[in-house]
C-alpha cells in the first residue's frame, strides 16, 4: 500500500511541474503576441515561421488600423 501511495505522491509531483512548466511557457507566448499586437498597431510586420516537424515555411503579414507616423 505505501508503494502505491508513493508512487501516486511522485506522479503528482512530476504532473504539477509539468503543468508549471507549461504555465512558463504560456505566459512567454502571452508576452510574445502582446508585443507583436502592440507593434503591429503603429506599423506593419512580417511573421516567418517554418515548421518543426516537416520544414514548410510560413509567412504571416499583419497590417495595423494606424497610419506610420515619420
Known amino acids: 500500500m ?8 511522485l ?3 512530476r504532473i ?9 511557457r504560456l505566459d512567454n507566448v502571452d508576452s510574445i503576441v502582446t ?3 502592440e507593434r503591429v498597431m503603429k506599423q506593419p ?4 515561421i517554418t515548421c518543426t516537424r516537416c520544414g ?5 503579414a499583419l497590417i495595423g ?5 515619420r
Open 2 to 9: 505505501a508503494n502505491a501511495d508513493e508512487k501516486a505522491l
Open 16 to 24: 504539477s511541474k509539468q503543468l508549471d512548466a507549461l504555465d512558463k
Open 11 to 13: 506522479d503528482i509531483e
Open 56 to 60: 514548410h515555411k510560413i509567412e504571416i
Open 35 to 37: 508585443a507583436v499586437a
Open 45 to 48: 510586420i512580417t511573421l516567418n
Open 65 to 69: 488600423a494606424e497610419k506610420p507616423s
